[in-house]
């Protein structure tokens, strides 16, 4: 995974369909980290060029707007990325995976393939906010915990919960306006 500013991950023999590889390798999808293959003998590496860009496993989230804003920059690419003829569901999404450039505020994903027997988006997703929950200090942790609530119980569109998030960010903003 992500090491000395090298991220790279061990891909096991048709983990990822080959017009994925096309794509994800062209630079076309500039969302999702850019990826080169190396072959080796029972399957291949994938490389990804990080340059600007640092794991969220790396940043202290303390703050519910910085959590959302994150979030609804990594939603916002899963609704794209189906353009591309990439799943959302197959996409392993993580503070490992999702990485952030501070200095411009862009988000990108490396694409890894969920290998897991039954990829679930939902469950991927939940997963992702309560790892974005886990350092927040500013007691307003409830936003993220409505989120997880709305993607887990519904099945709603990318589109719905990319709006419920910005709904979440707005009224955040309204309770620190009125508090300061």
């Given at each position: ?19 994925e590889k096309v794509m994800l390798s062209s630079g076309q ?14 399957g291949e590496t994938a490389c990804y060029d990080c340059s ?129």
């Amino acid at each position: 995974m992500w090491e000395n500013n090298d991220f790279r991950i061990k891909l096991s023999e048709n983990s990822m369909m080959e017009y994925e590889k096309v794509m994800l390798s062209s630079g076309q999808c500039d969302f999702f980290m850019p990826m080169g293959f190396m072959g080796e003998g029972d399957g291949e590496t994938a490389c990804y060029d990080c340059s600007g860009f640092v794991p969220l496993s790396s940043y202290r989230i303390e703050k519910t707007e910085d959590a959302l804003y994150l979030l609804e920059r990594t939603l916002i690419i899963l609704g794209k990325s189906v353009e591309y003829l990439i799943s959302p569901y197959r996409i392993t999404l993580n503070t490992n995976t999702v990485f952030y450039n501070k200095d411009t505020g862009q988000v990108k994903i490396a694409y890894v393939p969920n290998q897991s027997e039954n990829p679930d988006l939902r469950k991927n997703l939940v997963a992702f906010i309560g790892q974005l929950k886990e350092e927040i200090r500013d007691g307003c942790e409830e936003y993220l915990t409505e989120t997880a609530k709305y993607i887990y119980y519904k099945n709603y569109y990318i589109k719905d919960v990319i709006t419920k998030v910005a709904l979440f960010k707005r009224k955040l903003y309204v309770k620190d306006a009125v508090v300061n």
